[in-house]
């Protein structure tokens, strides 16, 4: 309960930091331009507020319903769908009334501050805490691999030497380079000391995804059974903690990356599980689970598996270093829609409990902004999005304004509001659904 509540407290701070933060990006343009702001909301007040203050022509307040926040513009058709005002004659002070590019401004205001946010975060983390990384040599026992990856040549414990000709340094970052980005040779080291170039696939990313192959390189480390769930494969087999795992199905399993790889790509439903039990040899006959698990808890044997590098950054760095970090931080999360919108992609979207799974267990502050520059970061992309009640539908529909001449019907608006908020809502039942489905099911 006390991590549960420790998770819950994080994403609450971080949604609300970003959603007030978007919203004064709509805010401040919008008194900027002389335009009557008429509530500035954190979260929704349906039917009552938790809290509001009238302050001049704004209501300040807070919801109850934590699915965002909002500010009501006067004369904009948005979520409060106020048609008794879009009714009336249009008054100066109104948003309608405001020359396009002036709206254009106001509507571009919060996903502004939400990328300029992310990257000033960056910058900070790297100003304040640095950066940890490992070199290949750092890598005690190199890689362990997938299928899909020995099938363009890479081999249990190499290490990466270069991508595209570039010194690799950042070794965790492999597998988003992999998924992400257009990668298109990569130098190993095999255990030998022996380098060779291997040509990439320009789909290896769709191929790993479609596969069930990620991450797709892990660090070897060797381990020992700690512990054996109840009722489990492994305990229906008869496995014992003391036991020490040396072979599945005639393949010797020295490091956990062997035993995931030998459970993923099993033949047939039973595994021959041969472990050292009191100095003999002893074969167990295992049905692992749908999820290629036993039911085990491991237990690192080796602390020194990878020894990590830091680096520290001055202010003048860390604004460099940062800004480098934000630009693929977007790039790479664009890179991702390519797999949400299929049906594997889709299963795995999730809601405020996935959001919340993101956060450490335990306050750390640094683990913390580094959540929040990147859900900042997200929050802009998804509302730029061209959907109605986002904000990129309205931008959508002012740049055909701007570049037609001729301004969309009220009615015509209203319609998409409503065609967007139904979408909107639709969306964000089906990601906390899936939450729901995986917390029972999974």
């Avoid at 965002?68 to 009336?88: P, R, T």
């Avoid at 003999?280 to 690192?300: A, I, M």
Wanted: cysteine-free; charged content about 20%.
């Amino acid at each position: 309960m006390t991590v549960i509540l420790i998770k819950a407290a994080q994403l609450f701070l971080s949604l609300s930091i970003l959603i007030v933060l978007h919203e004064l990006g709509h805010f401040i343009p919008a008194k900027l331009f002389g335009t009557r702001v008429e509530k500035f909301y954190l979260f929704f007040d349906i039917k009552f507020s938790l809290f509001k203050k009238k302050i001049g022509d704004t209501v300040y307040g807070i919801g109850w319903l934590p699915l965002g926040g909002y500010v009501k513009i006067a004369g904009m058709i948005d979520e409060s769908m106020d048609k008794e005002q879009m009714a009336l004659p249009a008054k100066p002070w109104e948003f309608r009334s405001k020359p396009s590019w002036q709206r254009l401004v106001i509507m571009l205001g919060g996903v502004t501050v939400n990328f300029i946010l992310g990257f000033v975060i960056y910058m900070m983390i790297l100003f304040v805490w640095g950066t940890d990384y490992a070199n290949k040599e750092d890598i005690k026992y190199g890689f362990g691999v997938t299928k899909t990856m020995e099938k363009h040549g890479f081999q249990q414990g190499d290490r990466i030497v270069s991508v595209d000709g570039t010194p690799f340094h950042e070794m965790a970052d492999i597998n988003t380079y992999l998924l992400f980005r257009n990668v298109d040779t990569i130098v190993v080291e095999r255990e030998s000391g022996v380098t060779e170039n291997l040509t990439i696939p320009e789909d290896i990313g769709t191929q790993l995804f479609e596969a069930g192959d990620l991450p797709a390189m892990t660090f070897r480390v060797p381990f020992k059974l700690d512990s054996i769930v109840p009722g489990s494969p492994a305990d229906k087999a008869g496995l014992l903690v003391s036991d020490k795992l040396l072979y599945i199905n005639g393949t010797e399993v020295n490091y956990l990356s062997d035993l995931t790889y030998m459970l993923k790509n099993k033949s047939g439903d039973v595994i021959d599980l041969v472990v050292k039990r009191d100095g003999e040899n002893k074969v167990l006959k295992v049905t692992p689970n749908p999820d290629f698990t036993l039911g085990v808890l491991t237990e690192n044997t080796d602390l020194d598996y990878i020894k990590v590098r830091h680096k520290d950054y001055s202010f003048g760095e860390s604004i460099t270093k940062g800004a480098s970090v934000g630009y693929w931080k977007i790039k790479d999360y664009l890179g991702q829609f390519k797999y949400i919108f299929t049906k594997k992609g889709a299963a795995s979207v999730g809601g405020f409990a996935a959001i919340g799974n993101m956060f450490p267990p335990s306050w750390d502050w640094r683990a913390f902004w580094e959540i929040t520059a990147f859900l900042s970061i997200m929050l802009g992309v998804l509302n730029l999005m061209p959907i109605p009640a986002l904000d990129g539908g309205h931008v959508m529909f002012l740049l055909y304004e701007i570049v037609s001449g001729r301004k969309p019907g009220d009615k015509f608006m209203e319609y998409a509001q409503l065609i967007g908020f139904i979408l909107l809502i639709s969306l964000v039942l089906f990601a906390n659904g899936n939450d729901i489905y995986k917390a029972i099911f999974e």
